[in-house]
């Protein structure tokens, strides 16, 4: 028969057969919409985040290129050649404490002045409405909504700032340049500079970044101006960037995170490609002897393959072009819903590429996993017509099947690569995900192994319950399979939070300070050890003097063309504290070389942490240079230190010797130690009486790093829920596409005298050892490749959780044991006689 | 003399069908001795199944007395008839319904391991060899011929020795030379363990092979004269 009839026929006979309507796709339809869903949902919001960051870039960066520099503002010159080239608008930003003065209130607040040319772009939001130089003149203030509540304070009330007192104006409610970062130390608070300057927290070494933007009337010329001023000022010691390169780490992180939900999104989808595959077999299972029929009547095993595969793909899209269209809305749902609460501008609209590459994978998991039924469906021999109970012909598809089969995998595979942000864990994914298949593959049909050997249990519905599970035609293998994946995606995503929250909840009582003290003036040092001193409370005080600097060159190679390992790729990302020691600290350990002599010894020496010489691939005697207020110094490393960040306790990854940065302006950064109980009074103490001191509480910064992670965890939570949704789905399909069996053998067992009772405790037996079995398998699965994300590309210590890991698989056990009574319940009422009577 | 086996006083039985209700019992009265065999004939559709399954306890009658081995079914839960049909009553049907994922032997030894007997597979087996099918204990339905599953179901409702035997045509679905086997297996075990046989079936010569014939027709039941009516 020529191609185009087999065609022909085949989409007729698809017609005919999709007259029935959809019964028995439910499973596969929702397997795939849920799956899709997940994966254009994903990469919509991730699409109209990017777009929406880049369409905002200006506004964002607040100019169309901005120089930022800590501790000192531009030169004149460097202004007058600013001023050459666009208008120019300067911020200045810095960290301090505010009060109510009426009461006793302070907290620390992220000061910003502005100028009268504020902002280049876009328009700052505030309530009551008004113009920003209006709001801000004769020492008014805005402040963020949080400032009010924390200060008990209103609208059109004093505040302190230094030496100071402001008046509220009004509340921010939309800041065009803020910046978008997981958490701020405290809330906005914004002034004039001429305010800031009356302030008196303006003073040599304060740690105060200069942010001086520039609107070009044409943005094009962005690039050619940075190039200008690099040429002009090499020593000037400044970070510039252009509108191009607004929020680069934000970018970095939606996409990272883009990748990685997207590869938990396609976890879903792979699972429910069993649940696919699961409904195609039962579907063709019903159709053995109407397919033997067409046989009978002169069909080709191709005709056949056809016909149901077009059914497959026509499904398929159905499913697929549900899960799109309900991805694609969700940044338009999250735009209308939260607005300008979202803490990144968002652009929604239909990406073409997203939906494509969701739609795809869609296809994709809909073919591979039906191939396999159709290859099967191809060889039902037409002679199973004339036998009753007979077999159901071939269990194998066939090499060509297979072939397609490999084929369709391979393309899976190039298409979760290659579209990632991400390829070398879009890669280990793949290899994880494809030995985690064949492992649990091996391991349920292992496992229903074991059940046929294991001694028959004395109880009756116990024994039955194991033999359900290993005789033949059993769900079994299908259950664990599809349960067991989804549960360890869950118990997966929990450990790696559970070790992540670890990091910041564990070490606090221990040996965090309490406070840190920032801006301490050197000329306040003495006052302030000494009132530290006439507190009881305090236990212990560190006090170092620190600067901000940047490391520019490892041993004279620019960090920029330096091999730097990923894991400390964030210590030359920007400025750093940075101090000087005559003598070796107390909790400092050396692993490699000798410290200097406390006088020093003429040279420039420095003391850097073990983890970062790792990453930076330096010894003993290598150089790293740093540029400090502009002036670059080159120090050799004199010896490395052992530091563990995550007590907490004051370290700095660069120390220099005597004799190098004594002269430079600088403050100094203090380490309080003090018991919960005490802690109000020094805080109250010391931003009293030294109210140029900013005080950060570590049990805040570590709640509102919690907070973000917990943020971030959700997302990453819900992406595994919809994994286990999809095990759960698998679950339910193959309960339901075994409860004809269900039903005969229940109405079997009741004819040889067997009770509800029997019927029920044989199925929740069979039930619960396949959740236990399945959960004990995904606890070491799942915590494997916990194991294998924290210690890998995260570098963190691991701890087995096992409250977390059993309360995952204690939710699964019992929902797996409620699903699967739920599908059987129809089999426990069946009245025999009826049955019997229609069979 | 002994209670009998079967006593059933004016039975009725209605089903609700898309039509509205079918009387298909209407007034049933029988009395079996133990060791009886009985056998019912009568054209299709006239109740003689749904007689079977009402003295098995698969369905209520709607009014009327039956009462089978001492137990009266009209006052019995479903859980209570369970417990009823694993202690007195074999049934064999004539499509026999096997559980198809199970072996020969582990269909055999259903009853008993519902009835809580450590024993269940050893008895099963010398059901299974007492049928002749000592060499397919591990063999699935699918993998057996129509008679050797109909003896399999013999050897199931045999198994837990029984007071009573129901068979609905259990000859229905096999050929005359395997059906005349199934049944002399049948009257076989019957005599070996001295159980009551009631027995559904168009064939007259085989009621002929009973003891006492009886005709369903109308939902009434009355002795057989043989005039095939």
Known sequence: MSEPALLRQAVRLARRELRSGLRGFGVFLACLFLGVFAISAIGSFTAAAKTGLLEDASALLGGDLEIRRVHRPLSPAQQEFLDARGRRSEVIELRSMAGNPERDLRVLVEVKAVDEAYPLYGELRSDPAQPVSRALQQRGALVEAALLQRLELQIGDPLQLGDISLRINGIIKLEPDRQLRAFYLGPRLLVSRASLEASGLLRPGSLVTYRSRLWLSDPEQAEPVVQQLEEAFPEAGWRLRTWRQAAPRVRNVIDRLGANLTLLGLCALLIGGLGVSGAVRGYLGGKVMHIATLKCLGATGRTVLGAYLLQVLLLGGLGTGAGLLTGAALPYLLEWGLGERLPIPLHPAFYPEVLAKAALFGLLIALLFSLKELGIARRIPPAMLFRGYAETGHKDPGSKIWLAIAVTALLLAALAIFSSADRRLAGWFILGGTLCFLAFRQLASG??????????????????????????????????????????????????????????????????????????????????????????????????????????????????????????????????FLSYAANQPDSAQLSAGRWWPAQGNGKAQLSLTADLAKGFGVQIGDTLTVNVLGRSITAEIANLRIVDWSTLELNFALLFSPGVLENAPQTYLAAVHVPATGGNRVYRTITGEFPNISAISTREVLVNVARTLNRLGIAFKAMAAVALLSGFLVLAGTVSADQHRRIHDAVIFKVCGATRRNILLAFAAEFTLLGLAAGALSSVTGSLAAFGILKGPMDIRFSLHPPVVLTTLGIGLLLTLLLGLLGTWKALGQKPAGYLRDE | MSEPIVSINDLHLSLVGGAGPVNILCGIDLTVSQGETISIVGPSGAGKTTLLMALSGLERPSSGRVRVAGVELGDADEDQLAR?????????????????????????????????????????????????????????PGQLSGGEQQRVALARAFVARPSLILADEPTGNLDRETGQKVIQLLFDLQADIGTTLLLVTHDPQLAGRCQRSLRMADGLLSPDDGSGR
């Not at chain 1, 229903?448 to 319950?465: A, D, K, M």
């Not at chain 1, 299908?478 to 997966?492: E, I, P, Q, R």
């Not at chain 1, 965090?512 to 801006?519: E, G, K, M, T, V």
Request: glycine share 6%; aromatic share 6%; charged share 15%.
């Open chain 2, 84 to 140: 009823f049909r694993r202690r007195h009553i074999g049934i064999v049907f004539q499509s026999f319904h096997l559980v198809p994922t199970m072996t020969a032997l582990e269909n055999v030894a259903l009853p008993l391991e519902f009835a809580g007997r450590p024993d269940a597979l050893e008895q099963a087996a010398i059901a299974l060899e007492a049928t002749g099918l000592a060499d397919r204990v591990a063999h699935f």
């Open chain 1, 447 to 576: 496992l229903v192994g074991l059940s046929r050997r294991l001694p028959r249990p004395v109880n009756p519905s116990l024994r039955l319950g194991l033999a359900n599970i290993h005789r033949r035609g059993s769900p079994a293998t299908s259950v664990l399979f599809s349960l067991g994946l989804g549960l360890t995606a869950l118990v997966m995503i929990a450990l790696v939070q559970a070790n992540l929250n670890d990091l910041v909840s564990d070490t606090l009582p221990e040996q965090a300070p309490a406070f840190y003290f920032l801006d301490i003036q050197p000329d306040q040092v003495h006052a302030f050890e000494k009132r530290l001193a006439n507190l009881p409370a305090v236990q212990q005080v560190q006090l170092y003097p620190t600067l901000r600097g940047r490391i520019t060159a490892i041993n004279g190679v620019p960090v920029e063309q330096a091999k730097i390992a990923p894991n400390v790729q964030w210590a030359v990302r920007g400025d750093r």
